[in-house]
């Protein structure tokens, strides 16, 4: 098993400084918060892209994904939303990672047109994501919080090339047991994103173990031989919440002691 952070931790955080954080404490990966306020985002120049994958490649650091915001479910013209998508697929490709999140977004729809619209547009997005060697994930997030949820859309796609993002605390707060929500995402597994949190009513991000989510539980339920940890620290929207960095070695040794042994190097 290899280990990430996401960016949304450290807000803001430069390319040379996610590099030597996860290079100085044994993570083998970053997600990257693909939004305008980050280093990168679809908006970035090909000179940036390129300039921030060499920086990694020195570093001996992975870009695991870019963590997008195209809402795959919400209503909107078809063209629209999958033009976004196909910007996080370009983005994700010039840099060499192998996956990119969206999110559900279906709000407040009929959740059979909710489903209808993301398994349409993702099937689309699809073929462009074979051509450029990317996996869309759907995050388990929002208005598809559970893995059932989830699955109602991914089963339809069919596509080797859009899986399932796993957000264990969603799929926790959504009453679906780890087991469960393991079941049904399996078969379009990309990654898992791991966090931790008080309870249900409070979710400010805390350091993992100190907080409620059944993590053991969900890491033993994984694919330790060549599956990846994500720690997602949502700082961005807990400005209260200490800083991560500090955390991260700690964080590290606690997924290692779950995964059974040192984090793969």
Known sequence: ????????????????????LAAGTGYQGVELRAHPEE???????????????????????????????????????????EGEIAELVFLAADLG????????????????????????????????????????LLETHDSHR?????????????????GALWDVMHTWLGGETPAASHAVLAPHLGYAQVKDI?????????????????LAECVRLLDSADGWLCWEYEKRWYPQAAELPGQLAQGRDFLERLTGGPAAR
Do not use: W
Not at 9 to 18: E, K, Y
Not at 102 to 131: C, I, M, S, T
Not at 146 to 160: E, F, N, Q, S
């Open 97 to 136: 990672a192998p996956f990119v999140r969206v999110f559900p977004g279906g709000g407040d729809q009929d959740p059979a047109e909710a489903d209808a619209a993301a398994a349409r547009r993702l099937g689309v997005a699809a073929e462009l994501a074979a051509d450029k060697g990317v996996r869309i």
């Open 198 to 214: 008080a309870s249900a009513e409070d979710t400010t991000p805390l350091a993992l173990g100190a907080g409620v989510l059944p």
């Open 1 to 20: 098993m290899k280990f990430a952070f996401s960016t949304l931790g450290v807000p803001g955080i430069t390319v040379q400084d996610a590099v030597r």
């Open 39 to 81: 280093a990168l985002h679809p908006g970035s120049t090909l000179r940036e892209r390129q300039a921030a994958a060499e920086e990694f490649a020195r570093g001996g650091v992975e870009i695991l994904g870019v963590a997008g915001y195209a809402r795959v479910a919400a209503p909107g013209d078809d063209k629209e939303i």
């Open 146 to 162: 559970t893995g059932a949820d989830a699955a109602r859309i991914l089963g339809p796609v069919g596509h080797r090339n859009v």
